[in-house]
């Protein structure tokens, strides 16, 4: 709980300021005087004063959001702003200044988006190769032809090579319930596989849809992680770093594989091969009686030996140049703003389950749920969510950057600024917009928390 609260409240620090900072640094360079740069909204916890404007810059106890005070007649029209000061004034500015420095909050983001994927890129990570198994009868994939081995090359002819980076590539398809074609190599022929992805209700695309179409990751190796002091393991001698090749004479290519013997065996001998160091030696473990607590075996009596196992799977190592990475950062961030868009439509058409929608509870369960994996992952947690918050406040929604954008677009059409009576009003519908959308990704959240 402490390293999901603290990844949470980080991400949305770090998310916040760089996306207020590009309204404040825009509206510096236009002239315009500010006078508060907020992270959180409520009575500031900490706050100072600097620069010759003595701009307040302050920490706020509600981190959902922030924002920057600048200079406007409108806000306080009892007040009049000082003479030589009213130039400087936001609704002083043109339509050309006020649209930028509207629309610098969710560039920032799309840039840091774009400089995080980079240094991803550059970094280099390795993922699982798009490598498959055998595709249970019945499936999508079974009628498609898929075998045990296919490689997957391409899905729609954009090349892939990572199990996930064909994941993202299928779900256009999925979406729109209509075949996808997917090249694949097997036994070192090209072939193209037509996979029909219609049989997939609108709900599937929030299960593990690929398993419901047959497409899994193939069987690699599986690998002790660690042994317990005083669990069967450790007494039978298993080490961690053992692989467990077979299991009572039968291959063990997953670590479900092992565990659905080891449950079933409780009390009794166990023959396992594994290779320790280059050798194969045969070793006999007894797994402990236990009830379980888990909720597919509740209350049943089952066998555990005390030692986590791994599964290796074939890896792909991800990595690019200088310039390779920008590019690699600016299409990725276009794709996935893309995909948001399209993913936001589809719900508004129907053609997708508001049931995708997540909301604080989810995302603080992702940045935990990253961190914990390790740097990079969290990174490319970032820059994702940077990418969601980017779009999000283009959404052409008063109260929203997009919101504004639209009504300097109808000002330049109309010649003139829109009425306040109509701004206020817009305004309000678009924060009872925004809150049910918060209602609707927040009772998801916990709908996916309690399992209802």
């Not at 299960?207 to 069967?232: C, E, H, Q, Y």
């Not at 074939?314 to 399209?342: C, D, I, N, P």
């Not at 300097?408 to 305004?427: D, N, T």
Request: hydrophobic share 50%; with cysteine.
């Amino acid at each position: 709980m402490i390293t999901t609260l603290l990844a949470f409240l980080f991400a949305l620090a770090i998310l916040i300021f760089i996306h207020e900072l590009g309204h404040y640094t825009v509206a510096r360079l236009c002239g315009v005087k500010v006078l508060r740069f907020s992270i959180g909204f409520g009575t500031p916890l900490v706050r100072f004063a600097v620069g010759p404007d003595r701009t307040e810059w302050s920490i706020a106890p509600i981190p959902l959001g922030g924002y920057v005070k600048m200079l406007d007649e409108r806000e306080d029209p009892q007040t009049p702003i000082a003479a030589h000061e009213v130039h400087r004034a936001f609704n002083r500015q043109s339509l050309a200044r006020r649209a930028a420095i509207v629309i610098a909050g969710p560039l920032a983001n799309f840039l840091l988006a774009i400089a995080l994927y980079a240094a991803l890129g550059m970094v280099g990570s390795e993922e699982p190769a798009a490598l498959l198994d055998t595709p249970a009868a019945g499936t999508a994939a079974a009628r498609a032809g898929f075998k045990a081995g296919d490689r997957v090359m391409a899905v729609d002819e954009e090349p892939v090579a990572t199990f996930n980076a064909m994941r993202l590539r299928l779900i256009d398809g999925i979406v729109e319930r209509r075949p996808v074609n997917v090249t694949i190599n097997r036994d070192g022929q090209t072939q193209s596989v037509s996979l029909d992805t219609s049989g997939l209700s609108s709900g599937d695309i929030e299960k593990d849809f690929l398993r419901i179409l047959g497409l899994d990751l193939a069987g690699g190796t599986v690998v002790i992680g660690s042994v317990l002091p005083d669990g069967s393991a450790a007494k039978a001698g298993l080490l961690a770093g053992d692989e467990v090749r077979l299991v009572d004479g039968r291959a063990v290519v997953r670590a479900s594989d092992l565990i659905s013997v080891l449950k079933d065996s409780a009390g009794r001998e166990v023959n396992l091969e594994v290779r320790r160091n280059g050798v194969d030696q045969r070793i006999v473990v007894v797994p402990q009686q236990q009830v379980s607590d888990r909720a597919e075996d509740k209350g049943r009596t089952v066998g555990r030996i005390g030692a986590a196992l791994q599964n290796r799977f074939e890896m792909v190592k991800v990595e690019h140049g200088v310039f390779s990475a920008l590019q690699y950062g600016l299409k990725h961030t276009w794709e996935m703003s893309w995909f948001s868009l399209r993913m936001l439509g589809k719900m508004l058409t129907g053609d997708l389950s508001w049931k995708n929608l997540s909301g604080p509870v989810a995302i603080a369960d992702f940045a935990g749920q990253s961190a914990r994996i390790g740097v990079l992952a969290y990174i490319s947690f970032l820059a994702l969510i940077s990418v969601s918050l980017g779009v999000l406040n283009l959404l052409p929604v008063p109260v929203l950057d997009g919101g504004h954008l639209v009504y300097y677009g109808l000002e330049a059409i109309k010649g003139r600024p829109l009425s306040e009576r109509f701004m206020q009003v817009s305004q309000r519908a678009g924060l009872v917009a925004i809150m049910g959308l918060m209602a609707v990704a927040l009772f998801n959240d916990l709908s996916r928390l309690f399992g209802s």
